[in-house]
């Protein structure tokens, strides 16, 4: 069993838990409103404790009645407050309405969003605290709410966001058109997984969640068909607990022989990369195949490689009798001599990390069309790594397409070529088979879809997804399952990028910094 605030939920989902609090558990909705608006407010002091004015923008919902109740305790508080309203006294209703009529009776001074247009005053100074939409935002914001989501960015105040940024898909992380850029949001109930991937993180702020004193008996059975969550948020030291500690007689043929097939004229720096990212995650022998010129700066760099000169496929073939796995991709580029290292290394039927080019040749179909078609359950595992552009071409659509709903093309690529697939970008997703409690690939009724919350800009720089390519392939070649090996591997990656930034910062971030702080983490156990 997972922990709830490792759950990732749809907009659907979190209204099943808030209709179960209510009506299975007796909790009245007011009451949650209640609670929401407390926990956002608290949250609020302790951001900014002193703040000159905070300035509550409601909507016409039950997000709308959180910023209300916000609004109230503020002004209880004696801390300024002002509202401005999207939505009429008469408009509102339920629990929404008893909310306005909380804050009315504390004294809230209210404006209507015209009237303060009308006013000219605009956002001075204090704290911002949006509670415009919520979660049932789907497509492109319009009227008077975007105008408001374009006032509340442009005065560069700080903004709180109750429970998700207005705008924001709280499904995809999608935005169409306009959302709010808050500096923390405050999400109740459920983590909406919008939050945490696509446009979600750059526009979330610090996120903070409260699961507003909900029983943990609301939270039971929601995973299985007709309700599945969305996802599961990752944690690496979970992951880490799977990794098996080595026994005193290990020696280097219990932990697999990684080959990494890449480095195209030009490109030999990917594949040194991808190669010295499967030793420090502890595989055994780590072998590369590349292009005879490469050879002696592999060599010099990084002598612990075996590294051999190959200019076809036919001389690949002999390298393929050994490895316990292949990783292809890095620098492969799309010659003639890059189509033939795949065609080697998919006819040679061993487990796959296929990363860069080697996707790019694939949705091409000229090499391995139909290479995962009707495969049985006894096929060689493989890992597909693609960042959002390369998902597009797998999938022969464009990137808007894939970032309007990364889940959905995840999921798409990972039954089209019957693979775990690891898509790249804000909020890394997995696909795959479920991760039984042991660490192995197993069912289960939570999700077979990942997200791993770490890294930070500093990644956007070359030679990232080489790293990540080589990491994969040397847990794999030690044993792990693939859907663990996969999730471990996209964890550490983040972790070490931050681990890195954080002592030198994210601009000029390298690849190759990551490698002594993946070292540090495999052995942190």
């Known amino acids: 069993m997972i922990k709830i605030s490792n759950r990732l939920y749809t907009a659907s989902a979190v209204r099943e838990l808030d209709r179960r609090a209510i009506e299975d ?107 415009l939409l919520g979660i049932g935002v789907s497509g492109e914001v319009r009227g008077d709410y975007r105008g408001a989501i374009a006032d509340i960015n442009q005065s560069g105040l700080p903004v709180l966001a109750a429970d998700i940024p207005s705008g924001l898909c709280s499904d995809t992380g999608a935005v169409l058109g306009s959302a709010v850029a808050a500096a923390m949001t405050v999400t109740f109930i459920g983590i909406k997984v919008g939050l945490l991937t696509g446009r979600g993180p750059a526009l979330t702020g610090e996120l903070q969640f409260r699961d507003l004193a909900v029983p943990d008996l609301v939270y039971e059975g929601l995973g299985e068909q007709k309700m599945p969550l969305a996802a599961q948020r990752l944690e690496l030291e979970s992951l880490l607990a799977v990794f098996p500690p080595r026994e005193r007689d290990a020696h280097k043929g219990r932990f697999g022989h990684v080959l990494v097939i890449g480095g195209d004229k030009g490109y030999g720096g990917a594949v040194a990369m991808a190669a010295e990212a499967a030793l420090r995650v502890g595989a055994g022998l780590v072998s590369v195949a590349t292009r005879p010129e490469h050879v002696p700066a592999l060599l010099a760099r990084r002598p612990e490689l075996m590294v051999k000169a190959v200019t076809s496929g036919q001389e690949l073939e002999p390298y393929l009798q050994s490895p316990t796995l292949i990783v292809i991709g890095p620098g492969l580029g799309r010659s003639p001599w890059s189509e033939q290292m795949l065609q080697k290394a998919i006819g040679s039927g061993l487990p796959m990390v296929v990363d860069a080019d080697a996707l790019n040749i694939l949705s091409e179909g000229r090499v391995g069309a139909n290479a995962r078609a009707n495969v049985g359950a006894d096929a060689s595992p493989w890992v597909l790594t693609p960042h959002p552009g390369e998902a597009a071409r797998l999938l022969a659509c464009s990137n808007g397409d894939i970032q309007a709903d990364r889940f959905s093309a995840c999921r798409q690529i990972a039954e089209k070529y019957s693979a775990t697939v690891l898509l790249k970008g804000a909020g890394t997703l997995i696909a795959g088979p479920a991760l039984a409690s042991d660490g192995g690939d197993g069912d289960s009724a939570e999700s077979s879809l990942w997200l791993c919350p770490y890294g930070n800009p500093g990644m956007a720089s070359g030679g990232m997804g080489d790293v990540l390519a080589g990491i994969i392939g040397g847990l794999l070649a030690q044993g792990l399952a693939t859907a663990t090996a996969t999730c471990l591997g996209a964890c550490l990656h983040g972790v070490a990028a931050d681990r890195a930034a954080a002592e030198s910062g994210e601009k000029g971030l390298l690849a190759t910094d990551l490698l002594m702080p993946l070292r540090h983490l495999v052995n942190a156990r």
């Open 25 to 131: 558990e007796g909790i009245p909705g007011i009451v949650l409103m209640k609670r929401a608006g407390r926990e956002a407010f608290e949250a609020l002091l302790a951001r900014w404790p002193e703040p000159e004015k905070i300035t509550v923008f409601c909507g016409g919902g039950n997000n709308g009645g959180d910023g209300y109740i916000i609004a109230g305790l503020a002004q209880q508080r004696m801390i300024p407050v002002e509202i401005i309203q999207l939505a009429t006294e008469q408009a509102l209703s339920g629990d929404a309405h008893r909310a306005w009529a909380f804050a009315n009776d504390s004294g809230v001074a209210m404006q209507s969003w015209q009237d303060y247009l009308s006013s000219g005053a605009g956002l001075a100074s204090g704290v911002v605290v949006d509670a």
